[in-house]
């Protein structure tokens, strides 16, 4: 079992910046990868960033297009994804997701609200 809690998220004006944390607990001695996935009203879920745990290995979207930048800090046990350039069609909730190499994406976060105004 593993627990994800996320924060960070909030209102900012289009060409702000904002920085999203996750803090994973339990079960985390063999989890494969954490990442980031987005879901906006009437939309999909989406992929955003993820980070291999042991290897720091990235991946990311092209929507991204270098903005978005997903860190970890093993020590706390948290994922970071910072987001810079922000414009309105990056509104949405943004789930932090935890898994381990045979089950990928297991645990999910409640979700962070991230608003960008124009």
């Known amino acids: 079992q593993v627990q994800l809690v996320e924060s960070g998220g909030g209102l900012v004006q289009a060409g702000g910046s904002l920085r999203l944390s996750c803090a994973a607990s339990?079960?985390?001695?063999?989890?494969?990868?954490m990442g980031w996935f987005r879901q906006a009203p009437g939309k999909e879920r989406e992929f955003v960033a993820s980070?291999?745990?042991?290897?720091?290995?990235?991946y990311y979207p092209d929507f991204v297009k270098g903005r978005f930048t997903i860190s970890r800090d093993n020590a706390k046990n948290t994922v970071y994804l910072q987001m810079n350039s922000l414009n309105v069609e990056d509104t949405a909730v943004y789930y932090c997701a935890a898994g381990y190499i045979d089950f990928p994406w297991r645990y999910w976060g409640q979700g962070t609200q991230v608003t960008v105004s124009s």
């Open positions: 339990g079960r985390t001695f063999d989890m494969h990868a």
């Open positions: 980070i291999s745990w042991s290897g720091g290995n990235t």
